[in-house]
């Protein structure tokens, strides 16, 4: 669907699949080692992606599953990946801040840099906000959406319960409520499933929209599904959230901390892999439960006082 996402943006006037996908040579190349004339106008195969989380695993368990590539091609891939998801996935901006009544307020705009959605192509893909307020001692007084250290997300229903989810939110007041940007699939009796061949649809999808993306004209395949279809803050090219979370008596100056983060495998993705009785998915929870901390990066942060 990549494409057609990419097809219903204004990026076909502006931006190429290959110009952000394939950086450009900045000078002439020969492209055969024999008789070769020197040419401008390339690009380099990286195809960089998203996936640096397959790329440390197979580094990681190279041994295991009989890796050729060198330790540091992989290395060195992997940090091309998390560099192109740091440097051109998005922006957070925290828009406004206020306190009233025992209450801090704050706006939150997720810009969504790519020339789809983001996440895109494969559904275990996610993003999610971390949101943070600390009072004036560095004290946590509110947290929202908190890796933990088995790869999963401090109140999201979905890795707490494979049948539950978490909504598309406009508005945060409590701590189990976490902004997750993810496409969830479901089954033909409706309940949530991560078996491709079991999906015949979504029961959410609220993927950031790529700039330009009309979300009323968008045909089924590309569409946004669930309560941010009818979120008039939630638009092309970005998200913008409220937080409205009480203080607990708790004293300012304030600090407001907002991450963008990004797992290419979510944890309830890895694991409803367990009950399958097979060497393959035993070795890959394996795998996945051995580096939970590598499974995720953050892809934009903003920080403000208040
Ligand atoms: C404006 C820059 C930009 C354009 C244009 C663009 N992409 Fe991307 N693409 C990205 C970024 C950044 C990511 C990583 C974040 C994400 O997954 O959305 C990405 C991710 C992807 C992924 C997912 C990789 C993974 O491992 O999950 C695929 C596939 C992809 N792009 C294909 C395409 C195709 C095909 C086109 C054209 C139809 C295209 N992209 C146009 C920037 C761009």
Redesign the pocket.
């Known amino acids: 669907m ?2 057609l996402e ?2 219903h943006s204004d ?1 076909p006037a502006r ?3 290959q ?3 394939m950086p450009e040579v900045h000078e002439e190349v020969a492209i055969t080692s024999v008789l070769g004339v020197p040419r401008t106008g390339f690009r380099q195969h990286t195809f960089v ?3 640096f989380l397959i790329l440390r695993l197979l580094n990681q368990h190279r041994g295991d599953l009989s890796v050729t590539a060198m330790p540091a091609e992989l290395t060195a891939e992997a940090d091309r990946t998390v560099d ?2 740091r440097s ?2 998005a922006r957070v901006t925290i828009r406004s801040i206020e306190t009233s009544n025992d209450r801090l307020n704050a706006e939150v705009f997720v810009e969504n ?10 559904p275990s ?1 996610r993003a999610w906000l971390h949101f943070q307020v600390l009072d004036r001692n560095g004290r946590t007084v509110f947290e929202s959406g908190k890796l933990n250290p088995d790869g999963s997300i401090e109140g999201n229903d979905n890795d707490a319960d494979p049948l539950r989810f978490e909504p598309h939110y406009s508005e945060i007041t409590s701590r189990d409520e976490v902004q997750i940007y993810e496409p969830i699939l479901g089954d033909e009796s409706g309940h949530v499933t991560t078996g491709l061949a079991d999906g015949v649809g979504y029961l959410k999808d609220n993927r950031l929209l790529p700039s330009g993306f009309q979300k009323k004209t968008a045909e089924k395949d590309i569409a946004v599904v669930g309560k941010a279809a009818d979120d008039p803050n939630f638009t092309a090219g970005g998200d913008l959230l409220r937080y409205s979370v009480s203080l607990d008596g708790a004293q300012g100056q304030f600090q407001v901390k907002v991450e963008l983060w990004y797992q ?1 495998i979510g944890f309830r993705w890895a694991h409803n892999l367990i009950p399958y009785e097979s060497m393959e998915t035993r070795r890959f929870v394996g795998y996945y439960e051995s580096m939970p901390s590598a499974t995720a990066e953050v892809l934009a942060r903003a920080e403000a006082t208040h």
């Open positions: 990549v494409y990419w097809l990026y931006q190429t699949c110009s952000c996908h992606g998203a996936n192109f998801l051109q996935a840099l790519t020339g789809h959605k983001l996440p895109t192509a494969f893909r290419p």
